[in-house]
Protein backbone atom coordinates (compact mmCIF):
# COMPACT_ATOMS: atom_id res chain seq x y z
CA UNK A 1 0.00 0.00 0.00
CA UNK A 2 1.33 3.73 -1.14
CA UNK A 3 -1.47 5.51 1.07
CA UNK A 4 -0.87 9.42 2.35
CA UNK A 5 2.09 10.48 0.34
CA UNK A 6 3.81 13.37 -1.82
CA UNK A 7 5.28 12.75 -4.91
CA UNK A 8 7.32 16.12 -6.39
CA UNK A 9 9.96 16.92 -9.10
CA UNK A 10 10.52 12.67 -9.87
CA UNK A 11 12.45 12.07 -11.99
CA UNK A 12 11.14 9.27 -13.69
CA UNK A 13 7.40 7.91 -12.51
CA UNK A 14 6.43 7.96 -8.99
CA UNK A 15 5.14 4.85 -8.38
CA UNK A 16 6.03 1.91 -10.96
CA UNK A 17 4.45 -1.65 -10.41
CA UNK A 18 6.43 -4.11 -12.57
CA UNK A 19 6.49 -7.64 -12.82
CA UNK A 20 8.16 -10.53 -14.71
CA UNK A 21 6.39 -13.32 -16.26
CA UNK A 22 8.09 -16.46 -18.53
CA UNK A 23 7.49 -15.61 -22.08
CA UNK A 24 3.61 -14.72 -21.77
CA UNK A 25 2.83 -17.33 -19.08
CA UNK A 26 1.96 -15.67 -15.85
CA UNK A 27 0.08 -18.77 -14.60
CA UNK A 28 2.71 -20.94 -13.51
CA UNK A 29 4.59 -18.09 -12.23
CA UNK A 30 4.36 -15.90 -9.29
CA UNK A 31 6.83 -13.21 -9.97
CA UNK A 32 4.21 -10.22 -9.98
CA UNK A 33 2.31 -7.50 -7.97
CA UNK A 34 -0.52 -8.66 -6.73
CA UNK A 35 -3.35 -6.14 -5.03
CA UNK A 36 -1.26 -2.69 -4.90
CA UNK A 37 -3.34 -0.59 -3.41
CA UNK A 38 -2.53 3.52 -4.24
CA UNK A 39 -4.64 5.93 -2.65
CA UNK A 40 -4.98 9.50 -1.05
CA UNK A 41 -1.54 10.94 -2.15
CA UNK A 42 -0.38 13.67 -3.91
CA UNK A 43 1.68 13.62 -7.01
CA UNK A 44 2.86 16.76 -8.51
CA UNK A 45 6.00 17.67 -11.03
CA UNK A 46 6.14 14.17 -12.28
CA UNK A 47 8.85 12.99 -14.63
CA UNK A 48 11.50 16.02 -14.94
CA UNK A 49 14.08 13.43 -16.40
CA UNK A 50 12.32 10.79 -17.90
CA UNK A 51 9.58 11.69 -20.52
CA UNK A 52 7.81 8.18 -21.04
CA UNK A 53 6.71 8.59 -16.98
CA UNK A 54 3.49 8.72 -14.89
CA UNK A 55 2.10 9.08 -11.25
CA UNK A 56 1.33 5.32 -12.19
CA UNK A 57 2.98 3.35 -14.44
CA UNK A 58 1.89 -0.23 -13.91
CA UNK A 59 3.03 -3.37 -16.48
CA UNK A 60 2.80 -7.06 -15.65
CA UNK A 61 0.67 -6.72 -12.17
CA UNK A 62 -2.69 -8.04 -11.11
CA UNK A 63 -5.82 -5.58 -9.63
CA UNK A 64 -3.74 -2.79 -9.12
CA UNK A 65 -6.22 0.00 -7.42
CA UNK A 66 -5.06 3.98 -7.95
CA UNK A 67 -8.16 5.83 -5.69
CA UNK A 68 -8.66 9.01 -4.21
CA UNK A 69 -5.47 10.72 -5.28
CA UNK A 70 -4.57 13.98 -6.77
CA UNK A 71 -2.08 14.13 -9.71
CA UNK A 72 -0.63 16.49 -12.11
CA UNK A 73 1.67 18.19 -14.26
CA UNK A 74 3.37 15.00 -15.94
CA UNK A 75 4.92 14.86 -19.71
CA UNK A 76 2.98 11.47 -20.77
CA UNK A 77 -0.21 9.83 -18.89
CA UNK A 78 -0.86 10.58 -15.03
CA UNK A 79 -2.08 6.42 -15.10
CA UNK A 80 -0.48 4.41 -17.41
CA UNK A 81 -1.40 0.33 -17.59
CA UNK A 82 0.88 -0.76 -20.12
CA UNK A 83 0.03 -4.09 -21.10
CA UNK A 84 -3.27 -6.17 -20.73
CA UNK A 85 -2.13 -8.77 -18.43
CA UNK A 86 -4.08 -9.98 -15.76
CA UNK A 87 -6.52 -6.74 -15.08
CA UNK A 88 -8.39 -5.96 -12.17
CA UNK A 89 -7.55 -2.72 -12.37
CA UNK A 90 -9.19 0.38 -10.32
CA UNK A 91 -8.81 3.84 -11.03
CA UNK A 92 -11.59 5.39 -9.14
CA UNK A 93 -12.38 9.03 -7.47
CA UNK A 94 -8.90 10.61 -8.42
CA UNK A 95 -8.74 14.12 -9.59
CA UNK A 96 -6.41 14.41 -12.69
CA UNK A 97 -5.40 17.39 -15.32
CA UNK A 98 -2.31 18.94 -16.87
CA UNK A 99 -0.24 15.64 -18.25
CA UNK A 100 0.53 14.99 -21.59
CA UNK A 101 2.91 18.50 -21.74
CA UNK A 102 5.82 17.35 -23.66
CA UNK A 103 4.51 14.65 -25.61
CA UNK A 104 1.60 13.80 -27.89
CA UNK A 105 -0.89 11.12 -28.77
CA UNK A 106 -2.14 10.11 -25.61
CA UNK A 107 -3.81 10.64 -22.26
CA UNK A 108 -4.09 11.68 -18.54
CA UNK A 109 -5.11 7.73 -18.57
CA UNK A 110 -3.75 5.50 -20.98
CA UNK A 111 -3.96 1.79 -21.32
CA UNK A 112 -2.15 -0.97 -24.03
CA UNK A 113 -2.30 -4.21 -24.81
CA UNK A 114 0.05 -5.55 -27.64
CA UNK A 115 0.12 -9.10 -26.51
CA UNK A 116 -1.81 -12.29 -25.20
CA UNK A 117 -1.08 -13.39 -21.98
CA UNK A 118 -1.82 -16.72 -19.21
CA UNK A 119 -3.02 -15.74 -16.05
CA UNK A 120 -4.98 -17.80 -13.61
CA UNK A 121 -8.98 -16.97 -14.35
CA UNK A 122 -9.44 -16.77 -10.26
CA UNK A 123 -10.51 -20.55 -9.62
CA UNK A 124 -6.76 -22.57 -10.53
CA UNK A 125 -7.15 -22.57 -14.18
CA UNK A 126 -5.40 -20.93 -16.70
CA UNK A 127 -6.99 -18.31 -19.31
CA UNK A 128 -6.24 -16.11 -21.76
CA UNK A 129 -8.75 -13.53 -20.65
CA UNK A 130 -8.00 -11.01 -18.25
CA UNK A 131 -10.53 -8.77 -15.28
CA UNK A 132 -12.05 -6.09 -16.42
CA UNK A 133 -10.47 -3.06 -15.71
CA UNK A 134 -12.45 -0.17 -14.10
CA UNK A 135 -12.39 3.38 -14.40
CA UNK A 136 -14.61 5.47 -12.74
CA UNK A 137 -15.69 8.67 -10.79
CA UNK A 138 -12.64 10.32 -12.04
CA UNK A 139 -12.71 14.31 -12.83
CA UNK A 140 -9.90 14.64 -15.50
CA UNK A 141 -9.12 17.79 -17.43
CA UNK A 142 -6.74 18.15 -20.42
CA UNK A 143 -4.67 21.09 -19.48
CA UNK A 144 -4.25 24.33 -19.18
CA UNK A 145 -1.01 24.80 -19.19
CA UNK A 146 2.45 22.57 -21.81
CA UNK A 147 1.97 21.21 -25.52
CA UNK A 148 -1.56 21.94 -26.54
CA UNK A 149 -0.47 22.13 -30.45
CA UNK A 150 -1.00 18.57 -30.71
CA UNK A 151 -2.17 17.85 -34.83
CA UNK A 152 -3.90 14.65 -33.15
CA UNK A 153 -5.85 13.57 -30.87
CA UNK A 154 -5.63 14.65 -27.20
CA UNK A 155 -8.71 12.39 -25.22
CA UNK A 156 -8.83 12.16 -21.33
CA UNK A 157 -9.03 8.36 -21.29
CA UNK A 158 -7.22 6.55 -24.35
CA UNK A 159 -7.88 3.34 -24.57
CA UNK A 160 -4.75 2.36 -27.13
CA UNK A 161 -3.24 -0.40 -29.31
CA UNK A 162 -5.77 -3.06 -28.70
CA UNK A 163 -6.76 -2.27 -25.32
CA UNK A 164 -9.79 -4.62 -23.86
CA UNK A 165 -11.76 -5.79 -21.10
CA UNK A 166 -12.26 -2.17 -20.21
CA UNK A 167 -14.61 -0.17 -18.24
CA UNK A 168 -14.85 3.57 -18.75
CA UNK A 169 -18.38 4.75 -15.98
CA UNK A 170 -19.67 7.80 -14.28
CA UNK A 171 -16.43 10.19 -15.11
CA UNK A 172 -16.18 14.00 -15.55
CA UNK A 173 -13.66 14.16 -18.68
CA UNK A 174 -13.07 18.17 -19.60
CA UNK A 175 -11.09 19.39 -22.69
CA UNK A 176 -11.20 15.88 -24.12
CA UNK A 177 -13.04 12.99 -24.37
CA UNK A 178 -12.67 8.77 -25.05
CA UNK A 179 -10.84 7.42 -27.57
CA UNK A 180 -11.03 3.78 -28.96
CA UNK A 181 -7.82 2.11 -30.78
CA UNK A 182 -8.87 -1.74 -31.72
CA UNK A 183 -9.18 -4.33 -29.15
CA UNK A 184 -12.34 -5.65 -27.92
CA UNK A 185 -14.94 -5.47 -24.71
CA UNK A 186 -14.65 -2.11 -23.55
CA UNK A 187 -17.49 0.03 -22.31
CA UNK A 188 -18.10 3.87 -22.15
CA UNK A 189 -21.22 4.72 -19.92
CA UNK A 190 -22.47 7.57 -17.81
CA UNK A 191 -19.86 10.04 -18.66
CA UNK A 192 -20.11 13.89 -18.58
CA UNK A 193 -17.91 15.05 -21.32
CA UNK A 194 -17.32 18.52 -21.62
CA UNK A 195 -15.90 20.35 -24.80
CA UNK A 196 -13.84 17.52 -25.93
CA UNK A 197 -12.55 19.73 -29.15
CA UNK A 198 -11.00 22.13 -27.03
CA UNK A 199 -7.20 21.56 -27.84
CA UNK A 200 -7.38 19.62 -30.98
CA UNK A 201 -11.01 18.98 -32.14
CA UNK A 202 -11.80 15.74 -31.03
CA UNK A 203 -15.32 14.26 -30.81
CA UNK A 204 -16.47 13.30 -27.66
CA UNK A 205 -15.40 9.67 -28.26
CA UNK A 206 -13.54 8.44 -31.67
CA UNK A 207 -13.86 4.46 -31.49
CA UNK A 208 -11.90 2.52 -34.28
CA UNK A 209 -13.33 -0.58 -34.91
CA UNK A 210 -13.43 -3.68 -32.43
CA UNK A 211 -16.18 -6.28 -31.65
CA UNK A 212 -17.68 -5.82 -28.14
CA UNK A 213 -17.53 -2.03 -28.04
CA UNK A 214 -20.48 0.52 -26.33
CA UNK A 215 -20.74 4.05 -26.30
CA UNK A 216 -23.90 4.44 -23.96
CA UNK A 217 -25.91 6.93 -21.79
CA UNK A 218 -22.99 9.89 -21.68
CA UNK A 219 -23.96 12.97 -22.00
CA UNK A 220 -21.21 15.05 -24.05
CA UNK A 221 -20.92 19.00 -24.77
CA UNK A 222 -19.45 20.08 -28.20
CA UNK A 223 -18.63 22.42 -30.47
CA UNK A 224 -17.15 19.82 -33.34
CA UNK A 225 -17.86 16.61 -34.87
CA UNK A 226 -20.10 14.29 -31.72
CA UNK A 227 -18.38 11.06 -32.31
CA UNK A 228 -16.34 9.23 -34.81
CA UNK A 229 -17.13 5.31 -35.82
CA UNK A 230 -15.23 3.13 -37.61
CA UNK A 231 -15.55 -0.93 -38.63
CA UNK A 232 -12.00 -1.11 -40.42
CA UNK A 233 -9.94 -3.59 -38.21
CA UNK A 234 -7.08 -1.76 -39.99
CA UNK A 235 -7.00 1.38 -38.03
CA UNK A 236 -5.44 2.89 -41.20
CA UNK A 237 -8.58 4.10 -42.87
CA UNK A 238 -12.03 5.46 -42.20
CA UNK A 239 -15.25 2.82 -43.44
CA UNK A 240 -18.57 2.02 -42.55
CA UNK A 241 -20.62 -0.46 -44.40
CA UNK A 242 -24.39 -0.63 -42.52
CA UNK A 243 -24.79 -3.37 -45.17
CA UNK A 244 -21.82 -5.36 -44.95
CA UNK A 245 -22.78 -7.74 -41.34
CA UNK A 246 -19.22 -8.88 -41.26
CA UNK A 247 -17.90 -5.37 -41.33
CA UNK A 248 -20.99 -3.69 -38.92
CA UNK A 249 -20.12 -6.01 -35.94
CA UNK A 250 -16.76 -4.04 -35.61
CA UNK A 251 -18.88 -0.73 -35.51
CA UNK A 252 -18.99 0.44 -31.41
CA UNK A 253 -22.87 0.19 -30.95
CA UNK A 254 -23.62 3.77 -29.51
CA UNK A 255 -27.00 4.56 -27.85
CA UNK A 256 -29.44 6.52 -25.42
CA UNK A 257 -26.57 9.62 -25.47
CA UNK A 258 -27.18 12.97 -24.89
CA UNK A 259 -25.20 15.12 -26.99
CA UNK A 260 -25.13 19.36 -26.95
CA UNK A 261 -24.06 20.16 -30.58
CA UNK A 262 -23.82 24.19 -32.21
CA UNK A 263 -27.61 24.42 -33.65
CA UNK A 264 -28.47 20.95 -32.55
CA UNK A 265 -26.43 19.31 -35.86
CA UNK A 266 -25.19 15.93 -35.69
CA UNK A 267 -23.03 14.13 -38.27
CA UNK A 268 -19.34 12.45 -38.63
CA UNK A 269 -17.36 12.19 -41.77
CA UNK A 270 -16.08 8.36 -42.87
CA UNK A 271 -15.90 6.40 -45.71
CA UNK A 272 -18.81 4.01 -46.78
CA UNK A 273 -19.52 1.61 -49.47
CA UNK A 274 -19.18 4.01 -52.22
CA UNK A 275 -17.52 6.64 -51.07
CA UNK A 276 -14.78 8.09 -48.80
CA UNK A 277 -15.72 11.05 -47.15
CA UNK A 278 -19.72 10.66 -46.89
CA UNK A 279 -21.14 12.11 -44.18
CA UNK A 280 -23.41 10.39 -41.90
CA UNK A 281 -26.30 12.16 -40.32
CA UNK A 282 -28.12 11.45 -37.05
CA UNK A 283 -31.10 9.86 -39.39
CA UNK A 284 -28.91 7.94 -41.25
CA UNK A 285 -27.24 5.95 -38.41
CA UNK A 286 -30.66 5.84 -36.08
CA UNK A 287 -32.04 3.71 -39.24
CA UNK A 288 -29.54 1.17 -38.55
CA UNK A 289 -29.95 0.86 -35.24
CA UNK A 290 -27.23 3.24 -34.06
CA UNK A 291 -27.84 5.57 -31.48
CA UNK A 292 -31.33 4.47 -30.55
CA UNK A 293 -32.83 6.84 -27.81
CA UNK A 294 -30.07 9.11 -28.11
CA UNK A 295 -31.03 13.11 -28.44
CA UNK A 296 -29.76 16.03 -29.86
CA UNK A 297 -29.81 19.49 -28.20
CA UNK A 298 -28.36 23.16 -28.81
CA UNK A 299 -25.67 23.64 -27.14
CA UNK A 300 -26.59 27.01 -25.51
CA UNK A 301 -28.72 24.40 -23.45
CA UNK A 302 -26.18 23.31 -21.89
CA UNK A 303 -25.63 26.35 -19.08
CA UNK A 304 -22.61 25.99 -16.92
CA UNK A 305 -25.16 24.88 -13.82
CA UNK A 306 -26.64 22.44 -15.79
CA UNK A 307 -22.73 20.93 -16.58
CA UNK A 308 -21.44 21.40 -13.10
CA UNK A 309 -24.62 19.35 -11.75
CA UNK A 310 -23.86 17.18 -14.08
CA UNK A 311 -20.90 16.74 -12.99
CA UNK A 312 -21.06 16.67 -9.10
CA UNK A 313 -23.78 14.03 -10.03
CA UNK A 314 -21.33 10.95 -11.39
CA UNK A 315 -18.50 12.37 -9.02
CA UNK A 316 -20.62 11.92 -6.34
CA UNK A 317 -20.99 15.08 -4.62
CA UNK A 318 -23.78 16.69 -3.10
CA UNK A 319 -25.06 20.17 -3.79
CA UNK A 320 -25.16 21.93 -7.02
CA UNK A 321 -27.58 24.06 -8.99
CA UNK A 322 -29.94 22.71 -11.81
CA UNK A 323 -28.29 18.87 -12.76
CA UNK A 324 -28.67 16.67 -15.61
CA UNK A 325 -30.11 14.04 -14.48
CA UNK A 326 -30.42 10.41 -15.63
CA UNK A 327 -31.99 9.48 -18.73
CA UNK A 328 -35.67 8.12 -18.46
CA UNK A 329 -37.50 6.42 -21.31
CA UNK A 330 -35.30 8.59 -23.66
CA UNK A 331 -35.91 12.20 -22.60
CA UNK A 332 -33.17 14.20 -20.40
CA UNK A 333 -34.92 15.96 -17.12
CA UNK A 334 -33.58 19.46 -16.57
CA UNK A 335 -34.20 20.08 -12.49
CA UNK A 336 -33.49 22.48 -9.76
Avoid at 177 to 183: Q, R
Wanted: proline content about 4%; glycine content about 10%.
Amino acid sequence: TVRGSEFAYTGDSAVATVGRLRLNDGFTVDTFPEDTLISHNHFREIGIRGKQSSALFSALSCRTSFRSNVAYNGPRAGVNINDGFCGGHVISRNLLFNWVRETQDHGPINTWNRAAYVQDDGAGNPTTTPKWTRISNNFIMNGPTGNRNLGNLFPTVDNDDGSAYISVTSNFLVYGGAKNYLGNDKIWEDNVIAYPDRWSGDPCAQLWAGIGHHFQNNTCVTRADPIGLDSTVEGQECRIDFGDPTRQRFVAMAQNNTYFTRGAKWSFVCGNATSADHTFTFDEVRAHGWEAHSTVRDEADATADHIVGAARRVLGIPGGGMTLLRRKAGQDILSE
